[in-house]
């Protein structure tokens, strides 16, 4: 069975700070991987996932992430994090049948 | 492009009523996907449409909750008899195969 463990389920950082959100899987193949992005009040908005090729992963509003085997893990950063950053982040995988298994999430705060 | 619409957006009701919840993907999604989220947590998958049959409903506790797509486009989920821990937000997602999931902006119900 497959899971997602993201560490710590609050990150704060200071608005132009670097934005580090952790995540670790475990799966018996290498899974797609993906980061979604969840407002206050609206449904989950993919940032960008992982399938094949290319392990550096650029996704929207400037967030990236990447894509590392040896480690089983897929952690998304950001150079400069933005006000309008704040919200609860979750990383999932998927084997290939198109069925999400997600993380806890993480509520990323930013302070002016 | 009109997005993953659902309805109602929030609802109460006392433990042992019933409730459902309606979800109309995004025009031309074969597939369509049921997820809980409770409070703290990420969203878990109950139950997963591939046009009007299902693919995968392992997670769906069958003995209070049931779900239909009758003619492989919107869908309903029923909760008879509700219970307190089914205070969740109730997420509909869509997607054509094997492809990026969609989601709608979610049923918030509280059971008192």
């Known amino acids: 069975a497959q899971s997602v463990t993201q560490l710590g389920s609050h990150v704060s950082v200071s608005e132009g700070a670097l934005v580090l959100l952790r995540c670790n899987y475990s799966s018996s193949v290498p899974p797609y991987l993906f980061w979604y992005v969840q407002y206050p009040n609206q449904g989950l908005q993919l940032l960008l996932k992982y399938t094949t090729g290319a392990t550096l992963v650029k996704g929207i509003n400037g967030f990236e992430a990447e894509f590392k085997k040896s480690e089983t893990s897929f952690h998304l950063t950001k150079p400069s994090a933005h006000m309008s950053d704040a919200a609860e982040y979750f990383c999932?995988?998927?084997?290939?049948?198109?069925?999400?298994?997600f993380g806890g999430g993480t509520r990323l705060m930013v302070k002016p | 492009e009109a997005g993953v619409a659902q309805s109602p957006r929030y609802k109460i009701i006392e433990k042992r009523q019933s409730v459902a919840f309606w979800c109309n993907p995004i025009?031309?999604?074969?597939?369509l996907y049921w997820y809980q989220q409770i409070l703290g947590q990420g969203p878990k998958l109950l139950i997963q449409?591939?046009?009007?049959?299902?693919?995968?409903d392992s997670q769906l506790p069958k003995d209070r909750f049931s779900a239909e797509r009758l003619k492989g486009v919107d869908s309903t989920l029923k909760i008879q008899p509700a219970k307190l821990e089914d205070s969740a937000v109730y997420l509909c997602?869509?997607?054509?195969?094997?492809?990026?999931?969609?989601f709608g902006p979610g049923t918030r119900l509280t059971v008192l």
């Open positions: 449409f591939q046009n009007n049959g299902v693919v995968d």
């Open positions: 025009s031309g999604h074969a597939t």
């Open positions: 999932a995988v998927d084997q290939r049948g198109n069925m999400l298994t």
């Open positions: 997602a869509s997607s054509p195969p094997s492809d990026e999931q969609f």
